[in-house]
């Protein structure tokens, strides 16, 4: 005669393992309960269908969602604070924001790796844009997502200026088996605009093109951004540009004194000129807190005459409000909280005002 309760506590397990049968199909043990379950059921004549056990059930454990994993772990007993996630972002001249929320301005010419950990490659390739200038920007990204057990061999995605496919290198647009899908690419604007879902590393990374150049945002777990070997330690993501590489000070944006661009024929870049209060007017009408985005915005006008990088450093806002973790921290202001810029450049207006006086008087 079978017993209700216990046949329905054999249909729950049989239910769990079969929810695990993917990820269990080559562990001898997991057969083993299969069968065992089975004998059960024949044995108390359960019937395979009906009612299943109404205690609660375990968390099932995805191993190809980070989220999924994470909570299975807090279920068991385990860490009970939920997964930190840091941000990286990288746009314009270019700015740097860190996993640390420290913000530069780099030099940072040829090739430099964002991100090289056990999970995720990410390098750039930055250009000069103007002649006569130490500012550069990116027009290549190359990002590697390596590959994580069953749940995705490794892809590589790369973008280059006029070339931002909405696919990997291979041509797929995801990884995993079947519906799965725990990396995959979305196209939001046609060449303009991709996203990258890493579910089971629990990351996201946005790539824009604006003009000529390219702009990276990245959002992923502390714990698997900091899994890398002592011979990884040159991230620019981790540590920030070396020091020998940074434009700015503290923050603080040398600005060129007169925003005038440097003669240099043939050039593709525009040949407008923004002064100081052109370009801060410019700016100001896409971005409206005078934060480090909008000093940011106002530096690369006045280096390159590019308009372009107005929308560069606006979306890279609007990057950092989709994907940090922490809106408190959106925002960041210069050391001395009213001016993104170096009091040199200041100082170099001052004294060329002077010289002009001195010169009137002789």
């Not at 108390?44 to 772990?73: F, I, L, M, Q």
């Not at 780099?106 to 930055?126: F, H, M, R």
Request: hydrophobic share 35%.
């Amino acid at each position: 005669m079978s017993n209700p309760e216990f046949c329905k506590a054999l249909r729950a397990y049989a239910a769990c393992t079969y929810r695990n049968s993917k990820v269990c199909r080559g562990n001898l043990v997991y057969h083993s309960a299969v069968l065992g379950i089975s004998d059960l059921m024949s044995q108390r004549n359960c019937s395979k269908d009906g009612p299943t056990s109404s205690t609660n059930p375990e968390v099932t454990h995805d191993p190809c969602n980070y989220s999924s994993r994470t909570g299975a772990r807090e279920h068991r007993g385990g860490e009970q604070t939920p997964p930190v996630y840091l941000f990286c972002g990288l746009f314009g001249d270019p700015h740097l924001r860190t996993f640390k929320d420290h913000f530069q301005t780099c030099k940072v010419e040829g090739a430099w790796p964002l991100i090289d950990n056990n999970y995720l490659s990410v390098q750039v390739t930055n250009v000069p844009v103007v002649p006569g200038s130490s500012a550069t920007a990116t027009n290549k990204i190359t990002i590697i997502f390596k590959s994580y057990q069953d749940c995705t061999d490794q892809k590589v995605y790369q973008a280059v200026t006029d070339d931002l496919p909405a696919a990997f290198v291979d041509g797929t647009t995801s990884g995993g088996d079947g519906d799965t899908k725990s990396l995959r690419i979305v196209e939001k604007v046609s060449g303009k605009y991709v996203e990258m879902h890493a579910r089971y590393i629990g990351t996201t990374v946005f790539v824009r093109q604006h003009g000529r150049y390219l702009t990276l945002a990245i959002r992923m777990p502390e714990e698997l951004a900091m899994a890398y070997e002592e011979s990884q330690d040159l991230q620019l993501c981790v540590n920030g540009c070396p020091s020998s590489e940074r434009i700015d000070d503290s923050g603080h944006l040398p600005l060129p004194v007169m925003g005038q661009l440097p003669p240099h024929a043939g050039s593709t870049q525009p040949r407008s000129v923004y002064t100081l209060e052109s370009a801060t007017t410019k700016c100001h009408e896409k971005m409206l807190v005078k934060d480090i985005y909008f000093y940011s915005c106002v530096f690369d006008l006045l280096t390159t005459g590019d308009a372009n990088f107005t929308a560069a450093a606006h979306s890279a806002l609007q990057d950092v409000e989709a994907l940090h973790p922490r809106k408190e921290r959106w925002h960041i202001f210069p050391n001395n909280g009213t001016s993104g810029f170096v009091k040199g450049s200041k100082l170099s207006v001052s004294l060329g005002l002077v010289c002009l006086i001195l010169v009137a008087f002789l």
